[in-house]
C-alpha cells in the first residue's frame, strides 16, 4: 500500500450543494492531501443520462478553489479507477455510501472509505425542483 496520506475521491459535483461540501471536507480529515477526481461531462451524460448543469471545466474551478481540496483533475471513465489510485499515490478512496461495496476491489492498494451521504439532499433532487418550480 502507498506510504503517503493521500486521500482521493470522485464525483461529478454539479449543482455544488452542501452535501458535496461535507463529503469532501470528512474526505480531507482522512489524510494529509486530498485529490478529487471530478467527472468529465462525457462520463456525466453516461452515467447519469443527462449533461451536468455547469460545464466540466467549472465544476473542476469549483471543487479546486475549495480549501480542503489539493488537487483536481478530470475522470474520464469509470474503469480507470484503479490508475487514478496508483497514480496520485493515495493511501484512500473515499466515496458515498450510496456506492457501499463497489470499490471494495482496491483494498489491494489501499483503505476504501464509504461516507454516508448527506440526508434529503442530492443534485437529482434539486435539478428537479428547480425544473418543475415546486
Known amino acids: 500500500m502507498p506510504t503517503s496520506s493521500t486521500v482521493i475521491t ?6 455544488f450543494h452542501v452535501g458535496h461540501l461535507r463529503v469532501i471536507e470528512r474526505a480531507a480529515a ?5 485529490v478529487v477526481g471530478v467527472s468529465a461531462d462525457a462520463l456525466n451524460i453516461s452515467k447519469k443520462g443527462r449533461e451536468p448543469v455547469f460545464s466540466q471545466d467549472e465544476r473542476l474551478a469549483i471543487v479546486g478553489a475549495l ?3 489539493d488537487e483536481v483533475f478530470v475522470e474520464e471513465s469509470l474503469e ?3 490508475d487514478y489510485i496508483v497514480a496520485h499515490g493515495a493511501r484512500t478512496l473515499v466515496m458515498g455510501d450510496d456506492w457501499t461495496g463497489k470499490f471494495d476491489e482496491f483494498e489491494d492498494i ?8 448527506t440526508p434529503a439532499i442530492s443534485t437529482t433532487a434539486i435539478v428537479e425542483k428547480i425544473s418543475t418550480g415546486s
Do not use: E
Open 110 to 117: 489501499c483503505q476504501v472509505v464509504y461516507l454516508p451521504r
Open 80 to 82: 480507470l479507477k484503479r
Open 30 to 34: 482522512l489524510g494529509d492531501r486530498l
Open 10 to 15: 470522485f464525483g461529478t459535483f454539479d449543482v
Open 67 to 69: 480549501r480542503w481540496v
